[in-house]
């Protein structure tokens, strides 16, 4: 299976662009299920979400959709931190999907200033231990985790690895596919250089990907998807809906191939 969806979907400058004018906002996330079949959810990074929201999302999309869902900012950003009161309200907070059959996984993604040090290993180790009996993939921006050993560390866990599309700086993750899981995962940030380190997430997101940029992935989804249960596929470009309209354009690339 391969899933293919945005990185969030309520956005007010998506009004007019992807959701029209005379959609309620509150039905937003019905009509975003009735075009894609997944929505990573990034507001929990930000801050905890009380069950009740999960079980209301669920509700307002059809079976067989699937949502994954951010960590919690103080169990990435933080790490270190005396956290594990929010492990255990981010994991009771995602119950409700659970119970729908709609939970596709847990995503952890680490800044780029989490470099490959005993520390953060012994973190990452921790980190892996609170999420052991729910999917967990994790995305590092810092290209020093791309060792032999941070993959094997990942595959005897089952812990998938986020291959990512972004800006080809020396310290960022490069475009590197690997199956160390049951569970396939890719994000699409963008390639915007000059805005990247902006400090403005909007601009450093302001990105539209061509066709041919889209179809360099296609055959790298199709071999991951043959090593793995299932591949989500999420667009993170999320300025002026560019996300939503790349997310449909690698719908329609992935069913060609």
Same mark, same amino acid.
């Given at each position: 299976?391969?899933y293919?969806?945005?990185?969030?979907f309520?956005?007010?400058?998506?009004?007019g662009?992807?959701?029209?004018?005379?959609?309620? /906002?509150?039905?937003?996330?019905?009509?975003?299920g009735?075009?894609?079949?997944?929505?990573?959810?990034?507001?929990?990074?930000?801050?905890?979400?009380?069950p009740?929201?999960?079980?209301?999302?669920a509700?307002?999309?059809?079976?067989?959709?699937?949502?994954?869902?951010?960590?919690?900012?103080?169990?990435?950003?933080?790490?270190?931190?005396?956290?594990?009161?929010?492990?255990?309200?981010?994991?009771?907070?995602? /119950?409700?999907?659970?119970?729908?059959?709609?939970?596709?996984?847990?995503?952890?993604?680490?800044?780029?200033?989490?470099?490959? #040090?005993?520390?953060?290993?012994n973190?990452?180790?921790?980190?892996?231990?609170?999420?052991?009996?729910?999917?967990?993939?994790?995305?590092?921006?810092?290209?020093?985790?791309v060792?032999?050993?941070?993959?094997?560390?990942? #595959?005897?866990?089952?812990?998938?690895?986020?291959?990512?599309?972004?800006?080809?700086?020396?310290?960022?993750?490069?475009?590197?596919?690997?199956?160390?899981?049951?569970?396939?995962?890719?994000?699409?940030?963008?390639?915007?250089?000059?805005k990247?380190?902006s400090?403005?997430?909007? /601009?450093?997101?302001?990105?539209?990907?061509?066709?041919?940029?889209?179809?360099?992935?296609?055959?790298?989804?199709?071999?991951?998807?043959?090593? #793995?249960?299932?591949?989500?596929?999420?667009?993170?470009n999320?300025?002026?809906? /560019?996300?939503?309209?790349?997310?449909?354009?690698?719908?329609?690339?992935?069913?060609?191939?």
């Amino acid at each position: 299976m391969i899933y293919v969806g945005t990185s969030g979907f309520k956005f007010d400058d998506w009004k007019g662009v992807f959701y029209p004018p005379e959609v309620k /906002q509150k039905d937003w996330l019905n009509y975003y299920g009735e075009r894609f079949n997944c929505l990573e959810v990034n507001s929990t990074y930000y801050r905890l979400l009380h069950p009740a929201t999960f079980f209301h999302m669920a509700n307002k999309v059809p079976d067989g959709f699937v949502f994954t869902v951010k960590a919690y900012r103080s169990l990435t950003h933080e790490a270190g931190s005396d956290n594990d009161a929010d492990f255990a309200t981010f994991i009771e907070s995602v /119950q409700p999907l659970i119970e729908a059959d709609k939970f596709g996984c847990l995503l952890a993604q680490f800044p780029n200033s989490f470099h490959n #040090t005993p520390g953060n290993r012994n973190y990452l180790t921790e980190l892996c231990d609170h999420f052991a009996d729910h999917p967990l993939v994790i995305e590092f921006r810092n290209r020093q985790w791309v060792k032999d050993e941070v993959f094997d560390f990942l #595959t005897e866990r089952k812990v998938g690895w986020c291959a990512v599309d972004e800006p080809q700086f020396r310290s960022l993750m490069p475009p590197i596919v690997r199956a160390t899981s049951p569970i396939g995962y890719l994000r699409f940030h963008g390639r915007n250089y000059k805005k990247w380190w902006s400090g403005d997430s909007k /601009q450093r997101y302001d990105y539209l990907y061509s066709q041919e940029e889209l179809q360099e992935w296609v055959p790298k989804i199709r071999d991951l998807a043959e090593q #793995t249960d299932r591949v989500y596929v999420f667009m993170n470009n999320c300025f002026q809906a /560019q996300a939503a309209k790349n997310a449909a354009d690698m719908l329609t690339l992935l069913q060609d191939a």
